[in-house]
């Protein structure tokens, strides 16, 4: 896994765009992130397109175990390095996708796990049927990932200290949401900067906007990599 803390998210449906994002900031990111918006345009061949650095494959996966089985087996010739599910499908859905990566060997992806959607606030997660606090069913689903299998979570900056005090130091935290001081926060409602999220213990960085909007992307990639403490 790169030692690189910062994850581009290369969000768009065109290719040749991509690519492009992809050699401006190869040299200063760990993993490129490609998620549902790029993954149903262009598919698997537009993964194999992305050149450069180790994929980030974010499918966010959610169903019964068997069917998530098989997408995570669908994709394993991509040789993603990390791959995401969503950690409310259950313990037995996580065993699954974590079973099916292992028949990958030793380059297998890393399962992440995704918690609870930042989209959710208090009143949106009461009314799905959940009535913790959204910390809480963080953490509930966080501890039920971790216990069934998952390599590492997906937060927001504004849960890594309190999933690193309850979970420890050997979670692997992977934390959007951020914008270098003075970015655009667009529909980002509570950031942190790439350094803050650091210090406060994530293990990588996903930026997509303020690198991929930017003027010079190759540039404020080398910008965010510089900043880290
Ligand atoms: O452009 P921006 O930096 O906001 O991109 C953040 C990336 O991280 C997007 O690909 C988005 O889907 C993803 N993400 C997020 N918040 C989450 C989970 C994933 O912004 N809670």
Redesign the pocket.
Known sequence: MPAEKLIV?L?TTDLTRAQAWAAATAPHVGLF?L?LEFFLANGAAGIRAIAGRPVFL?LKLHDIPNTVAGGVRAVLDLRPAMLTIHAAGGAAMIEAARQAAETAGAERPMILA?TV???LDAAALAATGVAASPADQVLRLARLALSAGADAL?C?PLEVAMLRDALGAGVKLIV????PAGAAA???ARTMTPAEAVAAGASWI?????I?GAADPAAAAAAIAGSFP
């Open positions: 998210a969000d992130k998620g974010d995704v959607l930042t989209s997906v927001s959007p949401g951020i914008r667009g529909d980002q996903v930026v997509g906007r303020p991929t």
